[in-house]
């Protein structure tokens, strides 16, 4: 019987085959796998570039202890994680975890340089994968303090937007003010913010992006009137805001008059009782107190909705109402209005 | 010895590269997507030319036809553990030349289920292995080797334009059957080449 000789020795001429064969085996790789395979020749990355199916994968970028480039396929529930790291014991090192419908595979590559050798690789990604927009990037500010602002600027160089973008700080007394501005003035993040920073100056000066999904600032204490204002974003959270009862009655009044947060459909005021909001805020807005008894289907955080018994109506001159109520999730009282 | 019924039992002649003619039967040869578009309703007068490939290939890509015959509409590759003894052996007992003109010959064919079988396999050997590891795997083409891959691919399209010339002839004798439907597929499978051809030499 005759062997596949060359194969038995682990030998192979992929790129020899007609293309359409080189997709199919494509089709049979993981991402990681198929970053690999591009690195080895150029003309193995010629043919990465040109599979069409590359760029249905989501690409997340993680500046974490580890730097990460995730690759994730079939909608979101099987990722793979290309770790760089400076500890040489992990260096090869895969893991694997199932949870749910949910696989991650991650591999760790040692580099004594991690940082450079992170962003080489994510521009040899973007390219294979063609990508100009990064889906998710999770940046930890105070991780790699020293490296932030070229980071960011490998960023602004290298991608058009962000899709979704997590800012995170793992010590809260680190300042991370000056970096988060530029940040955030320099990226362009397209659906969702999610800042969880301890940004230490009142009068923090940045521009908050417009028209997002998703606002969510779990210390929003600078955020002020004025720059409630501004914001004109579908989800807003603002944990910890300093904005007194007077300017929420005039914001309230602004909204119900269509001028500022016309888009807005679902407001996270803080950790408030709608009795004594009521008394505060709403004394001169004309407003409905609805039977506990009414229930509600209604718009709450991360785009989900809940049941909601009872809250205040108050209505927008073309007629859509906004209402105010308290519900609890993750074991805290929210007090939101949601547009509908 | 052609016949434009679609029966399982209607025997086709093939032709490969050699001149050598055998025959296959229709059902093995409807899981081929080419054939197919060109010959299933229409029939073939006279053996069909599949002359860039060899015999021993042709027919071992028809000896995996004619095995899976029987089998369940294809649906996605089967893991390689799945496999069936006689796949494996299949596999096995080709050498790397062989298994590269069946993948070649498959590809052309678009017998889908064989060109993924194939096509797993090859990605089997990348699993889990870094670039350093899979540059040991495989065997990089040099200068000339592409040059020569170029002149293949080109070769092909000829060879694919001889078939669709063929298909063509075929159809105007049996215009007065299904005229109109006729000069479509055949158009529609001439694309389909030109696609298939392009995508290999813009590679």
């Avoid at chain 2, 025997?11 to 093995?28: H, M, P, R």
């Avoid at chain 2, 090859?122 to 590891?133: D, S």
């Avoid at chain 2, 159809?171 to 479509?184: F, G, N, S, W």
Wanted: hydrophobic letters at 35%; one cysteine or more.
């Amino acid at each position: 019987m005759k062997m596949i000789n060359n194969r038995r020795s682990n030998k192979f001429p992929i790129l020899r085959l007609p293309f359409l064969a080189i997709e199919e085996i494509f089709k049979a790789m993981d991402p990681i796998e198929i970053i690999n395979f591009s690195m080895t020749s150029k003309q193995a990355k010629t043919v990465t570039k040109e599979m069409v199916f590359n760029s249905k994968y989501a690409l997340c970028l993680s500046i974490d202890k580890t730097l990460g480039i995730s690759i994730n396929g079939t909608n979101n529930r099987v990722s793979c994680v290309y770790g760089m790291t400076s500890d040489k014991r992990l260096d090869g090192k895969i893991e694997e975890d199932k949870r749910n419908r949910f696989i991650t595979r991650n591999v760790f590559k040692y580099s004594n340089n991690p940082i450079e050798e992170w962003k080489q690789l994510c521009k040899h990604v973007l390219e294979i994968f063609k990508k100009q927009t990064i889906d998710v990037l999770t940046l930890y500010m105070d991780e790699f303090v020293d490296h932030n602002v070229s980071i960011i600027d490998f960023l602004r160089t290298n991608v058009k937007s962000v899709d979704v973008c997590y800012l995170f700080q793992s010590e809260e007394e680190n300042d991370v003010d000056e970096h988060a501005a530029y940040l955030l003035n320099n990226l362009k993040v397209n659906n969702e913010l999610h800042s969880l920073l301890h940004i230490k100056n009142d009068y923090f000066e940045v521009k908050i992006p417009k028209n997002l999904k998703e606002l969510n600032l779990h210390n929003s204490h600078w955020i002020g009137y004025e720059r409630l204002l501004e914001i004109d974003c579908k989800s807003v959270i603002l944990e910890k805001n300093q904005i007194s009862d007077k300017e929420w009655n005039l914001f309230l009044k602004k909204w119900i008059t269509m001028e500022t947060n016309q888009n807005l459909e679902y407001l996270e005021l803080g950790n408030r009782q709608l009795d004594i909001f009521r008394i505060h805020v709403l004394y001169d807005i004309p407003h409905e107190v609805v039977d506990g008894a009414v229930k509600r289907i209604l718009k709450i955080r991360f785009n989900q909705t809940q049941k909601i018994s009872g809250g205040i109506d108050i209505r927008r001159i073309d007629g859509k109402t906004a209402t105010l109520f308290v519900y609890r999730i993750f074991g805290k009282n929210r007090f939101a209005m949601s547009v509908h | 010895m052609t016949s434009p019924a679609s029966s399982s039992e209607v025997k086709y002649l093939i032709e490969s590269s050699e001149g050598n003619t055998f025959d296959v039967s229709g059902a093995a040869l409807r899981q081929s997507n080419t054939f197919n578009a060109m010959f299933l309703n229409i029939g073939a007068d006279g053996p069909i030319p599949f002359t860039d490939y060899n015999e021993a290939t042709l027919k071992k890509v028809f000896e995996y036809c004619e095995h899976s015959v029987n089998e369940e509409n294809y649906s996605g590759p089967k893991h390689q553990d799945d496999l069936s003894k006689w796949d494996l052996n299949f596999f096995n007992e080709m050498d790397q030349k062989m298994f590269i003109d069946v993948i070649n010959a498959s590809n052309f064919l678009d017998i889908e289920r064989l060109t993924s079988y194939c096509c797993e396999r090859i990605a089997r050997m990348l699993r889990g292995k870094n670039t350093q590891e899979m540059i040991k795997v495989i065997t990089l083409p040099t200068a000339e080797e592409l040059e020569a891959k170029q002149k293949v691919e080109e070769k092909k399209a000829a060879a694919a334009k001889k078939v669709a010339e063929k298909a063509a002839e075929t159809a105007e004798k049996t215009e007065t059957l299904e005229e109109l439907p006729v000069q479509q597929l055949v158009q529609t499978t001439r694309n389909k080449l030109t696609r298939k051809y392009l995508s290999f030499s813009n590679e």
